[in-house]
């Protein structure tokens, strides 16, 4: 009989993790359709069953074995403990877990806190950094709009998730210290059977490919040949850059790969050495 089992994944159905978890699949070669309101759908061209969730309650579902695997902040996955495996971090949701404390709150150090109320929806995360630091605190557990509750007289300081640091800065908080950073992961069940194993195997190949990729250029560039040993030293390439001779005397094109950090740098000093005809491509995949 044919196998016909699925891996499940869970997924943010709205929410700030959403569009980049669909994105990745699809760069995955991956296809679904996600129409508005559907709770579960199929992936047409890989055995993946997709659920869509609310972020808080995926690590659950996955905990469960209701889902195999599953996309979520690293934030929630240390706030409520579950017994789940992170697999891989994926690069995107990116945000930190501060502390923030209104503009006339005199800060200097985190002992400053001592007997303070804190307005979160972070409990667990913020009790455990203030006992590290021996602090003792009097936590307000909210369940959202953090960042108004020192207007309200709710609370003296909030911990809150910060990404653009727009709503502090809104609401007259000051980010005084950093409690988690924090990116979207893959999270897995503990006893997931040996199937679902293979195909968690297979999707994470995928999903290591597309992030190599991310982080890296394809470089195309034209080079005078006596120039060629110093150009093709600034690029070192996966193993080595491909040269092929140009249709014109004296003249080669180099192919490479470049690691996007160091990007502008590298292309400055090709162009130092003589480099024409820059090309930069992105890399959709990238096996290593
Ligand atoms: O409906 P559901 O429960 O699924 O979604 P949600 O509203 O609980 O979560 P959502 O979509 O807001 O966030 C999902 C995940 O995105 C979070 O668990 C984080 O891992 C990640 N993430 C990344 C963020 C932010 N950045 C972020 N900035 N989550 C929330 N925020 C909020 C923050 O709480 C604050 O209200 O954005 C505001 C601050 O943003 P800045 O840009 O003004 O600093
Ligand atoms: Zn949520």
């Not at 009097?138 to 909030?158: F, K, N, R």
Request: hydrophobic content about 40%; overall charge negative.
């Amino acid at each position: 009989m044919m196998n016909t089992k699925k891996l499940k994944i869970a997924l943010q159905k709205s929410g700030r993790l959403s569009e980049e978890s669909h994105k990745l699949l699809k760069k995955c070669g991956i296809s679904f359709s996600n129409g508005l309101g559907k709770l579960r759908t199929e992936a047409t061209n890989f055995p993946l069953e997709i659920f869509f969730l609310r972020d808080d309650d995926i690590p659950e579902y996955v905990a469960d074995g209701v889902a195999d695997v599953g996309i979520v902040g690293e934030n929630i996955i240390f706030e409520d403990e579950r017994n789940v495996e992170t697999i891989e971090k994926l690069g995107f949701g990116k945000c930190r877990l501060s502390l923030a404390v209104p503009k006339n709150f005199d800060y200097e150090t985190v002992q400053n806190f001592e007997g303070k109320r804190i307005a979160t929806t972070y409990p667990n995360i913020l009790r455990t950094f203030f006992a590290k630091k021996n602090v003792n605190t009097d936590i307000h557990t909210i369940s959202g709009s953090v960042e108004i509750a020192p207007s309200i007289g709710l609370a003296d300081a909030v911990c809150d998730l910060v990404s653009s640091g727009s709503t502090l800065f809104t609401n007259g908080l000051r980010e005084v210290e950093i409690v988690l950073n924090s990116e979207a992961v893959l999270i897995a069940n503990n006893n997931l059977d040996e199937t679902a194993q293979k195909l968690l195997e297979k999707l994470l190949f995928r999903i290591k490919a597309v992030n190599a990729a991310k982080q890296n250029k394809y470089i195309l560039l034209n080079a005078p040949n006596e120039k060629l040993n110093e150009i093709t030293e600034i690029l070192p390439g996966m193993k080595s850059p491909t040269v092929m001779p140009l249709a014109e005397k004296g003249w080669s094109s180099v192919h490479s790969v470049i690691n996007e950090n160091d990007f502008w740098e590298v292309v400055e000093s090709l162009k130092k050495k003589g480099a024409e005809g820059i090309l930069v491509l992105s890399i959709d995949q990238m096996i290593q």
